[in-house]
């Protein structure tokens, strides 16, 4: 077979991009390895930047996200009990969309399916070849048989375990690798958000967090130890930390049923070449940040702007130059997401080896953002996403 390009992944940088390409007369096919149902069903993500929700628009798949999304104008911030609330967009002008990946997730492939696009299920890719040459292929396994794939370029949104970002020699490859010493327990809940905006809150026990799908059901996260276990958190434990963690005076946490829970660790990477003649990663494949900034998301679908315009210049105006300088174009975007997910983390985390005067200081860095219209304006710009005009 033959497309012109070639996507590997259906998560959201993957399905996007086909969207912006088909929605131009671009050919292209989307070859994902796992099932349409496993894919539908994945818990992760939940907060849009202003930036997503404004392409999701451009690109006419917004009905749902309209109906459901959640639009909030700030967060906020707790340390020692005490909360305080971060004004976003009546500091930077900008707000963010609480909906959840999932949600997205079958919003773009049932729009896909229904355009009749090439999207293929339980397809998985094992060879990227010649993607330094004029004639790219790929070669997948799909009921029980190998398939090669002739295309002019070849889209890794793969993930961070897909096959594409090892297709780079190593040699034209830099690559920066950061852990943490500690996970989150996520839990998806059914009882309704006990807080209109989202709660990061320090404590001496660790980092909590309350965040919401809809009014009906609650996500809430715990700081754990990056080797803890799902099955060593009882319903009562998971409640009374988060109680713990997210009290202050006359508040309650409203407990329900715990739908889901799983723990994710923590990590930071950074794969600066992000081009290969051919072959380019976007999304998780080329970088993952920790979740505290609600970045990895919306960073996947930076990237993909960049490239699905690039890649439309290539077809529709014979125009390389965006497609050369695509590396160049997001690596900074990239960088300023790893800068503020690790400034986030660090500022709400309990590292194991904190020591008091460690501690005193890190207080002391929330307090600012209470008190500095200057420091909360720096997170609220950051944490709604830095526009595209001004950057590229
Ligand atoms: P993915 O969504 O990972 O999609 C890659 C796709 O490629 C997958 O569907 C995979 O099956 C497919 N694939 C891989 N190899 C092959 C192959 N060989 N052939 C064909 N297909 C292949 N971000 C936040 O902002 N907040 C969060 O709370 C948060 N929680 C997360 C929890 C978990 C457990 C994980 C893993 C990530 C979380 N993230 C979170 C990050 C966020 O979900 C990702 O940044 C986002 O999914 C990136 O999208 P993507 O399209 O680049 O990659
Ligand atoms: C959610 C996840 C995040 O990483 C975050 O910073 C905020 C919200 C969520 O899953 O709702």
């Known amino acids: 077979h033959r497309t012109r390009v070639a996507i590997i992944g259906a998560g959201p940088a993957g399905l996007v ?31 849009l930047e202003q930036n997503t929700v404004e392409l999701i628009r451009e690109l006419g798949l917004n009905a749902h996200m309209d109906r459901d999304g959640l639009e909030h104008h700030g967060i906020y911030l707790q340390h020692d009990g005490q909360r305080f609330h971060i004004p976003m967009t009546e500091l930077c002008g900008r707000s963010v969309t609480v909906y959840g990946q999932t949600e997205l997730t079958r919003d773009l492939i049932a729009a896909r399916l229904e355009s009749g696009g090439a999207l293929h299920f339980e397809a998985e890719v094992e060879g990227v070849h010649d993607p330094d040459s004029d004639h790219p292929a790929i070669s997948y396994r799909f009921d029980g048989e190998e398939h090669r794939l002739e295309c002019d370029f070849i889209i890794g949104c793969d993930g961070f375990h897909g096959p594409c970002r ?11 690798d950061n852990h943490y010493p500690y996970g989150w327990l996520g839990i998806l809940a059914r009882v309704p958000p006990s807080t209109d905006e989202l709660i990061y809150a320090a404590h001496r026990d660790g980092f909590a967090m309350h965040s919401m799908r809809s ?8 700081q754990v130890t990056h080797d803890d276990h799902p099955d ?11 109680e713990a963690r997210l009290g202050t ?4 946490l409203q407990r329900g049923p715990i739908l889901d829970r799983s723990i994710t660790p923590m990590r930071s990477f950074v794969a600066e ?35 699905g315009d690039a890649l439309i210049a290539h077809y529709l105006d014979d125009d390389e130059h965006p497609l050369k300088d695509y590396n160049a174009r997001v690596l900074w975007r ?4 790893n800068a503020f997910s ?33 420091a909360a304006t720096a997170l609220a710009e950051n944490y709604t996403g830095m526009p595209f005009d001004a950057s590229q």
């Open 342 to 374: 690790n400034f986030m983390t660090g500022l709400l985390h309990n590292a194991p080896e904190e020591n008091p005067y460690e501690h005193q200081l890190r207080m002391s860095r929330i307090d600012y953002l209470h008190r500095s219209t200057a």
């Open 249 to 252: 005076p006359g508040w309650t």
């Open 166 to 176: 090892n297709a780079i020699p190593e040699h034209r490859q830099r690559l920066f």
């Open 215 to 222: 009014p009906e059901i609650s996500r809430l996260y715990l």
């Open 17 to 47: 991009l086909s969207h912006m390409l088909t929605r131009q007369g671009i050919d292209c096919t989307v070859l994902e390895r796992r099932s349409r149902g496993y894919v539908e069903s994945r818990l992760r993500a939940g907060v």
């Open 232 to 242: 060593n958190w009882s319903d009562d434990r998971i409640w009374e930390a988060l």
């Open 273 to 307: 070449t992000m081009q290969y003649g051919r072959l380019f990663l976007a999304g998780d494949s080329a970088h993952i940040v920790p979740p505290t900034g609600a970045k990895g998301l919306n960073l996947a679908i930076a990237d993909i702007r960049v490239l």
């Open 334 to 337: 990239v960088w300023r997401a």
